[in-house]
């Protein structure tokens, strides 16, 4: 058994710590900076947090001479950044978007990927990735590292707006085995998602299991429900109030 602790010698020969944690969404996030360059690059620590209002976090590692990068210079900056699902038909183009240009230059551009305006904020998304977000940068968190690469920059952001494809719907729902997602695995290695299989936590209410499916109309019935509930409590108690004041 392997056993090392952090910042120790782990005697393996490559690294094991990021294939530890796998498969890792990756967040293929576009950016456009104040001079309008648009950015596009790829993030392997992407999620999303919460889903009434919807939130997604991604996280960004210093430059080899510790610089921040060019998409979380330009989301703080501007106050914008659209996420682009990678799938595996983009699969060269993620990796080409991964290289590091000079912040003048345009990612679109260099992997020859077809632009889209987005509808609710001033991003460019990738008009061939069948699900994208338009977010709106809330706040970035810096996590000390060592240098010059091990400081980290984790922006977080509101989803504002979501495009989906109709051609990767089936009865309602996203069809992973057309969107076929992508996802970092450790090393230079990716996995490609095309297999899945349900199950729900037996016994669990309704309202959990909305939760866990993170439906937006479920939660605001809840809220309503709840509200008609403290609105009767507040009469009820009213009313008694009136009730001992006319005893009294």
Same mark, same amino acid.
């Given at each position: 058994m392997v056993f090392y602790e952090t910042g120790s010698d782990h005697g393996l020969p490559y690294d094991p710590f990021k294939a530890c944690v796998v498969p890792r969404p990756i967040g293929w996030i576009s950016t456009r900076s104040l001079q309008g360059t648009d950015n596009l690059a790829p993030y392997s620590?992407?999620?999303? !947090?919460t889903f009434d209002p919807p939130y997604v976090m991604f996280s960004s590692n210093r430059t080899p001479d510790g610089k921040r990068k060019d998409t979380v210079e330009n989301a703080e900056s501007t106050g914008f950044f659209a996420w682009n699902l990678a799938t595996y038909a983009l699969r060269e183009e993620v990796n080409i978007t991964a290289q590091q240009l000079d912040p003048s230059e345009d990612e679109?551009? #260099?992997? =020859? +990927?077809? =632009?889209?305006e987005a509808r609710n904020i001033p991003v460019a998304l990738v008009k061939q990735s069948p699900v994208r977000f338009e977010c709106a940068f809330d706040r970035v968190i810096e996590l000390p590292g060592n240098p010059p690469?091990?400081?980290?920059? %984790? %922006?977080?952001? &509101? *989803? +504002? @707006? *979501? #495009? %989906?494809?109709?051609? *990767? +719907?089936t009865n309602g729902k996203i069809d992973i085995s057309k969107t076929?997602? %992508? @996802? &970092? !695995?450790? $090393? $230079?290695?990716? @996995? *490609?998602? &095309?297999?899945?299989f349900e199950m729900k936590i037996p016994g669990t209410n309704k309202a959990l299991l909305d939760g866990l499916e993170g439906s937006s109309k479920a939660n605001r019935k809840l809220e309503a429900k709840d509200a008609e509930k403290g609105q009767l409590k507040r009469a009820q108690s009213a009313g008694a109030e009136g009730a001992v004041v006319e005893g009294e």
């Open positions: 620590q992407f999620t999303n !947090l679109f551009t #260099h992997a =020859k +990927l077809e =632009k889209e690469m091990g400081t980290v920059d %984790i %922006i977080f952001g &509101r *989803v +504002l @707006a *979501v #495009h %989906i494809s109709d051609t *990767v +719907l076929e997602p %992508i @996802a &970092r !695995l450790g $090393y $230079y290695e990716y @996995a *490609v998602i &095309r297999e899945t």
